[in-house]
């Protein structure tokens, strides 16, 4: 009989919204991915769009208050969303001539902007729970800059999370939100390179 045993240092990672061996987590060190939550410390739910505007917005908001329930009755701590920029890219703040950034609030122009702003709401209201929370709106990016964020994302240590975070900066009071955006459209309170350059588990 043969035993596997984990490294201490890894990570169980339930999938949600995405499967396990979807191509932007195969490079990621030391995380197993499943797709049930059994024994899993880290919840990664992924919204979708489907050619349905009302069915995406069901799906993503019915699954996410699933997935949230689960990571309290199995104590999961730490819940990253793998979202978009549709919650921000509504046209009320397109006369502005500088980049998106937190303090402008969201702006939402499609059904599914809708979807991904509630399954934010109820991310955050997560993190108010106590959980750790993080956030990936994802703009213009490739797959490489997606799977290093979400690297960063699993392995960071808690009190690196903390340590981000303020209470004046919407994105960052009580969770850890980021812009994915090579465009720089839509911009981030933590820069790329200071997100990967924080000590990690």
Known sequence: MVFFHLRQDMRRVWCVGLSPDDSRLSSIPNAVFQSTSEGCDILLF???RTDSQASSIEQNVNSMHKSLEVTAEHGIQRVIVLGDVSSLEG?????ITQPWESSMGVSINSVHG??????EVLARSAALRGQEVVVLRIGTATEDEVSTHIKHAI???SATLQAFHNPSVPDLDGWTALCIDSTNEFNSEIPSEQWKSSRES
Do not use: D, N
């Open 91 to 95: 046209r009320r703040w397109k006369g």
């Open 155 to 157: 392995h960071h240590h």
């Open 114 to 119: 809708m979807g991904q702003l509630i399954v």
């Open 46 to 48: 992924a919204t979708l």
